[in-house]
C-alpha cells in the first residue's frame, strides 16, 4: 500500500542481512521505521507489539528465525530460537504456523545451508501473505458489491474492528482487503471504525491506513456499533481474526464478540476475513483458544500526543484501581454470517471449512 506515495510493507530485508519494520507503537502520530539486526531483536517486536496482527506476527516470527541462523544455524540455536519466538504471544495461530514451517525444513538441512534457506523461506511466507491478502480482497468485494446492488446510487456502510489492515498483514489486509478493492472500483464506501480499547488500534492504525488510501471512514467508540445497527446505519460488519478453528469459531480482538451479538440482532451480515495460516485445524472447539492477558497497564494508562507535540502517557484511573485486560474474545461459528477465505467464502461451520480447505481437513 502507499504512504505518502511510496509504496510500503509492513517488513522487508534489508541488503546488509537486517530487516526492516514499521514500528506501528508511534503511529498515527509518528511514521518511522526499524531496523531488526537479530532474534532477539525480533521477538521484542513481536512481544511489544511494535508489529502486530497475526499475519504479520508469522512473517516476522520467520525472519527472527533467518535473523538467528545466521548467527548460530547449530540444532542448539535452531531449537532456542523457536523457543525464544514462540514464547511472545500465545493467541495468533500465525506465530505457531510460521516457526513449525520453518522448523521442519531448516532440521532436515545440515547447518552450513539453514541461513540461507531461512531466509528465502521467510520471503516466500511475506510474498504468500500478500497474495493470500489479495485473493481475500476479490473474494470479499463480491459481498459489497451484492450490498451496494441493494441500494443503488447509495454509500456502503460498513463497520469494522480492531486493526484487520494492511499494518496487521505484510500487505493489503485482511478484513480491509476488500474494503480497498471497492473503494479503488469506484464503489462508495463509508467505513464505522471502531476505536478499540484498549488499545485503540482501531483509532491509530485502521483510520492511519484508510485516510491514507484515501477511504472515507468515521471513528466511533467500541459502544456504538449496536447503536449505528440498531439505525440501520450499518450494511455489514467485516472483521479480522488471530485464530479461527476447525468448526468456524473466530478468535478475534476483545469486543468482537458484542459486535457479532448486536449484528444478529439487527440482521447485519457478519463477515470474518482470514487468511488459512489462521486456521487452526487441531481445535474444534474455540474456547480452547489461550486468551492472552496483557499488561493492565494499557487499560489504565492511554497513550497520545500532547497540545505541545509530545508523545506521552497518562494515567485515566485512580491510583489503587487495578486493570484487566483480556485481549480477545472467542466469537462462537453460530454468530458468524460466512468467512471470507483466499480460496472462496464459505460457511463458519466444520464442512464449510473442509470444502474450502480439504487437503488441511483430511491432514488435521
Known amino acids: 500500500?502507499?504512504?505518502?506515495?511510496?509504496?510500503?510493507?509492513?517488513?522487508?530485508?534489508?541488503?546488509?542481512?537486517?530487516?526492516?519494520?514499521?514500528?506501528?507503537?508511534?503511529?498515527?502520530?509518528?511514521?518511522?521505521?526499524?531496523?531488526?539486526?537479530?532474534?532477539?531483536?525480533?521477538?521484542?517486536?513481536?512481544?511489544?507489539?511494535?508489529?502486530?496482527?497475526?499475519?504479520?506476527?508469522?512473517?516476522?516470527?520467520?525472519?527472527?528465525?533467518?535473523?538467528?541462523?545466521?548467527?548460530?544455524?547449530?540444532?542448539?540455536?535452531?531449537?532456542?530460537?523457536?523457543?525464544?519466538?514462540?514464547?511472545?504471544?500465545?493467541?495468533?495461530?500465525n506465530l505457531r504456523w510460521a516457526l513449525d514451517d520453518l522448523r521442519a525444513r531448516l532440521s532436515a538441512l545440515p547447518p552450513a545451508e539453514r541461513a540461507a534457506a531461512a531466509w528465502k523461506r521467510a520471503a516466500e511466507i511475506a510474498d504468500e501473505d500478500v497474495a493470500i491478502c489479495e485473493a481475500i480482497g476479490d473474494h470479499g468485494l463480491k459481498l459489497i458489491e451484492e450490498a451496494a446492488a441493494r441500494k443503488p446510487g447509495e454509500t456502503v456502510q460498513i463497520l469494522t474492528h480492531c486493526n484487520a489492515g494492511w499494518l496487521a498483514t505484510v500487505d493489503w489486509g485482511t478484513a480491509t482487503a476488500p474494503i480497498y478493492k471497492a473503494h479503488d472500483a469506484g464503489i462508495p464506501v463509508h467505513v464505522w471504525v471502531d476505536e478499540t480499547r484498549p488499545r485503540n488500534q482501531?483509532?491509530?492504525?485502521?483510520?492511519?491506513?484508510?485516510?491514507?488510501?484515501?477511504?472515507?471512514?468515521?471513528?466511533?467508540?467500541?459502544?456504538?456499533?449496536?447503536?449505528?445497527?440498531?439505525?440501520?446505519?450499518?450494511?455489514?460488519?467485516?472483521?479480522?481474526?488471530?485464530?479461527?478453528?476447525?468448526?468456524?469459531?473466530?478468535?478475534?480482538?476483545?469486543?468482537?464478540?458484542?459486535?457479532?451479538?448486536?449484528?444478529?440482532?439487527?440482521?447485519?451480515?457478519?463477515?470474518?476475513?482470514?487468511?488459512s495460516p489462521t486456521i487452526d485445524w487441531r481445535l474444534t472447539d474455540g474456547f480452547a483458544i489461550p486468551i492472552e492477558e496483557r499488561a493492565e497497564s494499557e487499560v489504565t494508562e492511554m497513550w497520545g500526543k500532547t497540545p505541545e507535540g509530545a508523545l506521552t502517557r497518562v494515567r485515566i484511573t485512580p491510583e489503587t484501581t487495578p486493570g484487566a485486560n483480556p485481549a480477545f474474545d472467542v466469537t462462537p461459528a453460530a454468530l458468524v454470517t460466512a468467512l471470507i477465505t483466499e480460496r472462496g467464502v464459505c460457511a463458519a461451520s466444520t464442512e464449510g471449512l473442509a470444502g474450502l480447505f480439504p487437503d488441511h481437513a483430511k491432514a488435521a
Open 1 to 93: 500500500m502507499l504512504v505518502d506515495g511510496k509504496p510500503f510493507r509492513t517488513i522487508w530485508p534489508n541488503t546488509d542481512g537486517s530487516v526492516g519494520i514499521i514500528d506501528q507503537t508511534r503511529l498515527p502520530h509518528e511514521f518511522e521505521t526499524l531496523t531488526l539486526r537479530d532474534m532477539p531483536a525480533a521477538a521484542k517486536a513481536i512481544k511489544t507489539m511494535i508489529v502486530r496482527g497475526a499475519p504479520l506476527i508469522g512473517a516476522t516470527a520467520a525472519y527472527g528465525m533467518a535473523l538467528a541462523m545466521a548467527e548460530d544455524p547449530s540444532d542448539a540455536g535452531l531449537a532456542a530460537a523457536y523457543d525464544s519466538l514462540y514464547a511472545t504471544r500465545p493467541t495468533a495461530v
Open 202 to 275: 482501531g483509532a491509530s492504525l485502521t483510520c492511519w491506513e484508510l485516510g491514507r488510501h484515501g477511504v472515507p471512514h468515521t471513528l466511533v467508540v467500541d459502544n456504538a456499533g449496536g447503536h449505528l445497527m440498531q439505525r440501520g446505519q450499518v450494511d455489514l460488519c467485516i472483521v479480522g481474526t488471530d485464530r479461527t478453528v476447525a468448526n468456524g469459531d473466530v478468535c478475534n480482538k476483545i469486543g468482537t464478540y458484542l459486535k457479532a451479538l448486536a449484528a444478529a440482532a439487527h440482521n447485519v451480515p457478519f463477515y470474518v476475513a482470514l487468511p
